[in-house]
C-alpha cells in the first residue's frame, strides 16, 4: 500500500472513530437502579438485630456505611472484627456506621451473641435469618464488605478478606468525603 | 453456562483467569519470539522482572499515596489485600523496569514489542473473561435478545464482545504473515484494540462521561488510535529509509 493510501485509510478511519463517539455520547442521564455493585444505589433492606432493634438501610442515608456480610464460622470474617471495630471507633462520630449483617441462614445463630462478646463489638450486628438481604447481594463469598457514600451509592466492593486496618482507613475516608 | 461460569469464578476466583491468561500469553509469544531475533530466557526474564516490578510498585506507589493511613499501621504495607494496589502506578512501574532490563541486556524495542504482541492480545483475552466473572465493565440496559441478565437489568453482554474482539485480534495477529518491519505487529495490536474499543465501549454501563456526554474511554482510544496510525506510519518510513 502507498504511503498516500495509507494515510486516507488512517483520516478515514479516524473520522469514523470521531462519528461513532459522536453517535453514542450519552444525551440522558440513567435513572437510579439499585444492584449490588459500584456506582450502583445499594439495594435496601430491614433486619433486626438479636436484641430486637430494627435497621432499615435506606434510613441510614446521609452517613457513610460499611455492610459487611459474615458468618461465626468463616475464618477471615473473624479475623477482620477486630480492624473493623477499631476503624468503626474511629471515624463513628464523623458519621460512618457499620452495618455486619449475619448470614443467619447459613449460620448457627445461638453462636452470634458470644462471638460479639469475645471481639467486643459495639456496632450493629443484624441478622439475616430468610437470606433475602443476602440475596439481593448476589452473596457468593463471605466475607463480603460494601462500602456506601452519604447519597446511598456503593463506592467500593471488597470480596474475601480479612481486611486490613489500612485498607478500611482508605476507603472509609473516601466515602466519608 | 454462564451462570455456572461466574459462579465457578466469582471474585476473587476471576483472578485465576488473568494468571491463565498471563501464562498462555507468555507461552505463546516464547514460541515466536526467536521470528523476531528475541532470545527466550530474555523474554522470560523481561515479562517476570516486569510483572514483579509491577506488583511491588503498584504497592509502594499505593503506599506513598496513603502514606498517613500507612504510617499509624507500618505492617499493613505487607497485607495480603490485593485491594492495597495502584494499578496505573504499578504499570508505570513495570514499564520503567522493563525498559531498563530491556536497556541492560541490549534489546531492541521494536522487535521486543512484536515478540510481546501475543502476550498483550491473550491478556486481552484473560481481561475481558474476567470482567465476565467478576460482572465488571458490564453494559447498557438493552432489550436484545442477546442481552444477558446482570445487576437486576437485561444488559449488552458487553464483556463477551470485549472477549470475542480479544480473542479475533489474537487470532488474526498469530496467522498474519510476518513482515519485515519491526513494530508493525505490535502497532496493528494497538491499532485494532483501539478501534474495538472505541465501539464497544459505546454500549458500556459504567462509562465515565466528560463535557457534552462523551464517553472519557472512548477518547482515550481515539487517540492512542491517532498516536499508533502516527507511530505506524513513522515506522514506515525509518524502514524504508534504512
Known amino acids: ?177 | 453456562m454462564l451462570t455456572l461460569f461466574r459462579s465457578l469464578f466469582a471474585p476473587p476466583r476471576h483472578m485465576i483467569l488473568l494468571v491463565a491468561a498471563a501464562w498462555i500469553g507468555l507461552t505463546l509469544s516464547e514460541k515466536r519470539a526467536d521470528r523476531h531475533g528475541i532470545g527466550k530466557d530474555d523474554l522470560n526474564n523481561l515479562t517476570f522482572y516486569g510483572l514483579l516490578a509491577y506488583i511491588v510498585g503498584g504497592r509502594a506507589v499505593y503506599i506513598l499515596e496513603n502514606l498517613p493511613a500507612f504510617t499509624r499501621k507500618p505492617l499493613d504495607i505487607f497485607a495480603i489485600n490485593p485491594d492495597l494496589f495502584d494499578a496505573f502506578g504499578g504499570l508505570a512501574i513495570a514499564l520503567l523496569v522493563a525498559f531498563i532490563f530491556g536497556q541492560r541486556r541490549g534489546l531492541l524495542l521494536w522487535p521486543t514489542l512484536d515478540a510481546l504482541t501475543p502476550f498483550f492480545a491473550t491478556l486481552a483475552v484473560g481481561l475481558g473473561l474476567s470482567h465476565l466473572a467478576a460482572g465488571t465493565a458490564f453494559g447498557k440496559q438493552t432489550d436484545l435478545p442477546w442481552g444477558i441478565e446482570l445487576w437486576n437489568a437485561p444488559r449488552h453482554p458487553t464483556q463477551i464482545y470485549e472477549t470475542l474482539a480479544s480473542l479475533l485480534t489474537l487470532i488474526l495477529l498469530w496467522f498474519k504473515k510476518p513482515g519485515q518491519r519491526p513494530g508493525i505487529l505490535f502497532l496493528t495490536f494497538a491499532v485494532i484494540t483501539a478501534a474495538w474499543q472505541i465501539f464497544i465501549q459505546a454500549f458500556r454501563g459504567d462509562s465515565t462521561l466528560i463535557a457534552g456526554g462523551f464517553r472519557q474511554e472512548q477518547v482515550i482510544a481515539w487517540v492512542a488510535l491517532a498516536v499508533s496510525f502516527a507511530i505506524m506510519e513513522m515506522r514506515f518510513t525509518v524502514t524504508k529509509a534504512t
Open chain 1, 1 to 177: 500500500m502507498q504511503k498516500t493510501q495509507r494515510i486516507i485509510l488512517y483520516v478515514l478511519l479516524l473520522i469514523t472513530g470521531a462519528a461513532w463517539i459522536l453517535l453514542s455520547a450519552e444525551t440522558t442521564t440513567t435513572s437510579e437502579s439499585t444492584a449490588p455493585q459500584v456506582g450502583f444505589l445499594a439495594p435496601d433492606f430491614t433486619l433486626n438485630t438479636m436484641d430486637g432493634q430494627v435497621y432499615t438501610l435506606s434510613k441510614l442515608r446521609g452517613n457513610a456505611v460499611l455492610i459487611n456480610l459474615w458468618a461465626t464460622w468463616c475464618p477471615p470474617c473473624r479475623a477482620e472484627m477486630p480492624a473493623i471495630e477499631k476503624v468503626y471507633q474511629e471515624y463513628k462520630d464523623q458519621g460512618f456506621i457499620v452495618l455486619a449483617v449475619n448470614a443467619a441462614n447459613q449460620d448457627d445463630i445461638a453462636a452470634v451473641t458470644p462471638f460479639l462478646d469475645q471481639y467486643s463489638l459495639t456496632f450493629p450486628v443484624v441478622l439475616d435469618v430468610s437470606g433475602d438481604a443476602s440475596a439481593k447481594y448476589q452473596l457468593q463469598s463471605l466475607p463480603s464488605s460494601y462500602f456506601i457514600d452519604r447519597q446511598g451509592i456503593i463506592r467500593e466492593v471488597i470480596i474475601g478478606g480479612p481486611m486490613s486496618e489500612t485498607l478500611l482507613r482508605t476507603r472509609v475516608e473516601q466515602i466519608l468525603k
